[in-house]
């Protein structure tokens, strides 16, 4: 007999993935305690399979088990999930005009992103209304973690300990040219310390300069970046921290201010160039 190819394999893990997002999407909306054999019926599986499903589902943290009712519910790792998924819906809105103030006012593009591995999902993208120049980046790319002033301000801003880790790994990963951009990544952690900011000039796209401040929410520090980036010819990299690097501070500042939910949130309006 001809064991399983990729393609079957890869059939199946789909299938096994289906299943279990079957078995969690059964306790919506109310996450109620539930049996084996009430999910079986409301999912339409067997309900030996519910049983291998809900015994691994619970081993992952996605269900909790009550020994004493015999039933399951949503573990703490499905509403962190959750809890993620909105967290970046609200940053994203609460984002949105900040950042299309800055981009008008600075004839730039403006970026949200997280990271994400060794790169940084961009979240929100936001350009001036009337630039020629722009970036060619959209929501969902993904851009180099250690080429990017979004990446550099998301590294400068760890605790030592876990930046030292982070490089390591990072050096491994990404040899090619390491010194080279270690040192940039060394120079934006001090930048970082100094002012805030920090900046990248042309290391991630040619011709374009940019600039970044990290974002904690109230789910913990340095969770996302906001960077600006401008075309090089029009933007030096003394320009952009005098002019674009106190309106991402103050955008970070207020940002920060509306994701605690504060009633005497500073108001916002970037500076004039």
């Not at 959209?138 to 080429?147: E, I, V």
């Not at 374009?208 to 980036?229: E, F, H, L, Q, W």
Request: charged fraction near 20%; proline fraction near 5%; hydrophobic fraction near 45%.
């Amino acid at each position: 007999m001809n064991a399983p190819g990729p393609a079957s394999s890869s059939a199946e893990n789909v299938r096994v993935l289906a299943r279990g997002l079957a078995v969690l999407r059964a306790f919506e909306p109310a996450n109620v305690w539930r049996s084996n054999a009430e999910l079986a019926t409301l999912t339409g599986l067997p309900k030996p399979t519910v049983s291998r499903l809900t015994a691994n589902l619970t081993t992952s943290g996605y269900l909790a088990y009550s020994p004493e009712r015999g039933q399951y519910r949503l573990g703490a790792a499905v509403l962190a999930l959750g809890y993620a998924a909105a967290s970046n819906r609200d940053i994203r809105k609460l984002a949105r005009p900040l950042m299309q103030a800055v981009a008008n006012r600075h004839h730039a593009s403006v970026v949200l992103a997280s990271a994400d591995g060794n790169a940084m999902t961009c979240h929100e993208v936001r350009h001036s209304e009337d630039m020629l120049f722009t970036l060619r980046v959209r929501a969902g790319s993904r851009l180099n973690l250690g080429q990017s002033a979004l990446g550099r301000a998301y590294i400068a801003s760890m605790e030592a300990a876990d930046r030292a880790r982070f490089l390591a790994a990072l050096a491994v990963a990404e040899p090619q040219g390491w010194p080279a951009r270690r040192a940039q990544i060394d120079a934006a952690v001090q930048q970082m310390a100094r002012h805030g900011y920090c900046t990248a000039a042309g290391t991630l796209e040619s011709g374009t300069n940019g600039i970044a401040v990290s974002i904690d929410t109230p789910a913990g520090k340095n969770g996302y970046s906001v960077g600006c980036a401008v075309p090089a010819a029009v933007f030096s990299t003394d320009r952009l921290e005098a002019e674009v690097g106190p309106d991402l501070l103050a955008l970070k500042h207020r940002l920060e201010q509306d994701l605690r939910g504060s009633s005497a949130a500073t108001p916002f309006s970037p500076h004039a160039t």
